[in-house]
């Protein structure tokens, strides 16, 4: 199976700071996915098509990357991002998930 | 608009079976994938596998394949998920996920807490 290892496990920043963090594919894929997840809740679409923001996401969010290695970047950091940040991929079966990014607010 | 309501939170005793519904409103039931996914703490998300309600075909993860059963029922727009032999490895949240493009969960329901003790 195609494990996508994410990175940092656990990040902070304060507002108004650019946060990357990143998601890598033990094998290439075409396009990566990503979700956030607020504690107690289902996690949402964020990010599909490595690239395109879900319905209601800020334009502060952008996602990049090719083959084995993709980044989700915020371009400056807001309260309502603090969350988890799971990238997902389909190229291959079985759908995966990464371990998931964990941003705090400093 | 697209909604997915699960059932409520389940305790069974071990080597039993459960049933989890996800009742599904606000799109053409019928016409589009719909899956399921686990979490458990410290495991991160795990996919189980896809049904598309119109024609009950279903698509697994090898890891689940004898674990889960999923099915659909057209004339209610619910999906179910069997989880037969249950032990404390079982015991998660689990997610049904409706998907327009195949690749990706575009709404998730609310979660379903499976808790397997005796």
């Known amino acids: 199976e195609n494990v996508l290892t994410q990175s940092p496990a656990i990040m902070s920043a304060s507002l108004g700071e650019k946060v990357t963090m990143s998601c890598r594919a033990s094998?290439?894929?075409?396009?990566m996915y990503w979700y956030q997840q607020k504690s107690d809740a289902s996690p949402k679409l964020w990010i599909y098509y490595t690239s395109n923001l879900a319905p209601g996401v800020p334009a502060r969010f952008s996602g990049s990357g090719s083959g084995n290695s993709y980044s989700l970047t915020i371009s400056s950091m807001e309260g309502e991002d603090a969350a988890t940040y799971y990238c997902?991929?389909?190229?291959?079966?079985?759908?995966?998930f990464g371990a998931g990014t964990k941003l705090e607010l400093k | 608009q697209v909604q997915l309501q699960q059932s409520g939170a389940e305790l069974v005793r071990p080597g039993t079976s459960v049933k989890i519904s996800c009742k599904a409103s606000g799109y053409a039931f019928t016409n589009y994938w719909l899956g399921w996914v686990k979490q458990r703490p410290g495991h991160g998300l795990e996919w189980i596998g896809d049904?598309?309600?119109?024609?009950?075909?279903?698509y697994y993860n090898e890891k689940f394949k004898g674990k889960a059963t999923l099915t659909a029922d057209k004339s209610s727009s619910t999906a179910y998920m069997q989880l037969s032999s249950l032990t404390s490895e079982d015991s998660a949240v689990y997610f049904c996920?409706?998907?327009?493009?195949?690749?990706?969960?575009?709404?998730w329901g609310q979660g379903t807490t499976l808790t397997v003790s005796s």
């Open positions: 997902q991929q389909f190229t291959s079966s079985p759908l995966t």
């Open positions: 996920a409706m998907t327009t493009a195949t690749y990706y969960f575009d709404y």
């Open positions: 094998s290439s894929v075409n396009y």
């Open positions: 049904i598309y309600p119109g024609s009950g075909n279903t």
